[in-house]
């Protein structure tokens, strides 16, 4: 959570392959809503790091 340096520690997870080639699925236990910045490892014939800015709100 960018808006609050070191107050959180989520544990990192690994996706699924989701239903449909391209698609991943994830779960991630955090501890409040806002703006995260969600940092993702791509590993394989390509690697890389993304990271993303997404805002979580009650019922999203
Ligand atoms: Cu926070």
Same mark, same amino acid.
């Given at each position: 959570?960018?808006?609050?340096?070191?107050?959180?520690?989520?544990?990192?997870?690994?996706?699924?392959? $989701?239903?449909?080639?391209?698609?991943?699925?994830?779960?991630?236990?955090?501890?409040?809503? $806002?703006?995260?910045?969600?940092?993702?490892?791509?590993? $394989?014939?390509?690697?890389?790091?993304?990271?993303?800015?997404?805002?979580?709100?009650? $019922?999203?």
């Amino acid at each position: 959570m960018p808006s609050m340096p070191m107050a959180h520690n989520v544990k990192p997870v690994k996706a699924v392959p $989701g239903s449909e080639p391209g698609i991943y699925r994830l779960r991630i236990e955090l501890e409040m809503h $806002g703006d995260w910045a969600v940092k993702m490892d791509i590993a $394989g014939k390509v690697r890389d790091r993304v990271v993303k800015s997404m805002r979580f709100q009650p $019922g999203s």
